[in-house]
């Protein structure tokens, strides 16, 4: 497909304010997963968020004191949500929020669209020009034999890129768990540079001008959110 990855997740703080967001995020995220199983081990995807929060440095006593929360049950009713529009210079764009005042949470979000003359749309309005991606990247530079390590385990692969000494490959995010399984199985010492479920756009939209600061205003904005998780755009400048 010729389609270059990119992290389209929010940028990670950069001051000790910002990584407090960051953490709590993290807690909050492993909190109402860890209510599903608090052993990451019958819990897959706790065990994948766990992963994920320290390759981000989120210090292990968040992680406990999320999990501890989680064991004694109770506690906050989160729900998931998530929202879509079209950002500066007809972007598209897709929010995903984990709150526990889902109408407090879509009047913050719409403000932060609303202030860069952006708008928010319905379910469904840009989330069809994404492809919904479990993502894995590695070093490595032999597509083939990747490629044929995922067919031997019936694995939906589609589509993987070798660019300046690293694989990355693309499957169904319904296939995370299988194609992380094969990649394992074949390649015992893989290190995964990158190990996620993101909204991957099949299209760019190319920012110029005063769109390319509005447009990190807007992100800047969503960055704030205590409520936000992730966000995907299709964004390039």
Same mark, same amino acid.
């Given at each position: 497909? %010729?389609?270059?990855?990119?992290?389209?997740?929010?940028?990670?703080? *950069?001051?000790?304010?910002?990584?407090?967001?960051?953490?709590?995020?993290?807690?909050?995220?492993?909190?109402?997963?860890?209510?599903?199983?608090?052993?990451?081990?019958?819990?897959?995807?706790?065990?994948?968020?766990?992963?994920?929060? *320290? =390759?981000?440095?989120?210090?292990?006593?968040?992680?406990?004191?999320?999990?501890? =929360?989680?064991? %004694? %049950?109770?506690?906050?009713?989160?729900?998931?949500?998530?929202?879509?529009?079209?950002?500066?210079?007809?972007?598209?764009?897709?929010?995903?929020?984990?709150?526990?005042?889902?109408?407090?949470?879509?009047?913050?979000?719409?403000?932060?669209?609303? =202030?860069?003359?952006? *708008?928010?749309?319905?379910? %469904?309005?840009?989330?069809?020009?994404?492809?919904?991606?479990?993502? /894995?990247? /590695?070093?490595?530079? $032999?597509?083939?034999?990747?490629?044929?390590?995922?067919?031997?385990?019936?694995?939906?692969?589609?589509?993987?890129?070798?660019?300046?000494?690293?694989?990355?490959?693309?499957?169904?995010?319904?296939?995370?768990? =299988?194609? *992380?399984?094969?990649?394992?199985?074949?390649?015992?010492?893989?290190?995964?540079?990158?190990?996620?479920?993101?909204?991957?756009?099949?299209?760019?939209?190319?920012?110029?001008?005063?769109?390319?600061?509005?447009?990190?205003?807007?992100?800047?904005?969503?960055?704030?959110? $205590?409520?936000?998780?992730?966000?995907?755009?299709?964004?390039?400048?």
């Amino acid at each position: 497909m %010729g389609r270059a990855y990119q992290n389209r997740k929010l940028s990670m703080a *950069k001051t000790s304010d910002m990584k407090a967001k960051v953490y709590s995020r993290y807690s909050r995220e492993i909190y109402v997963c860890a209510k599903a199983g608090i052993e990451p081990a019958g819990n897959l995807a706790l065990g994948v968020l766990i992963d994920r929060a *320290k =390759k981000d440095q989120v210090p292990a006593h968040v992680i406990d004191k999320a999990l501890e =929360k989680a064991a %004694g %049950g109770g506690g906050e009713d989160f729900a998931v949500a998530r929202y879509e529009g079209y950002g500066p210079g007809s972007t598209m764009v897709i929010v995903d929020c984990l709150s526990d005042n889902p109408n407090r949470t879509f009047g913050d979000v719409r403000i932060c669209f609303n =202030k860069v003359k952006a *708008k928010i749309g319905t379910q %469904g309005s840009v989330s069809h020009m994404f492809d919904h991606c479990a993502i /894995f990247a /590695f070093a490595g530079d $032999d597509e083939d034999v990747v490629l044929e390590a995922l067919m031997d385990d019936d694995v939906d692969v589609t589509d993987i890129e070798v660019s300046e000494g690293t694989v990355t490959v693309f499957a169904p995010h319904t296939e995370y768990a =299988k194609t *992380k399984s094969a990649l394992k199985a074949a390649f015992p010492d893989i290190d995964l540079d990158v190990d996620e479920v993101q909204f991957v756009p099949q299209t760019s939209t190319v920012l110029e001008g005063d769109d390319i600061a509005l447009f990190e205003k807007f992100l800047e904005l969503l960055n704030y959110l $205590d409520d936000v998780q992730n966000v995907f755009h299709n964004a390039d400048y």
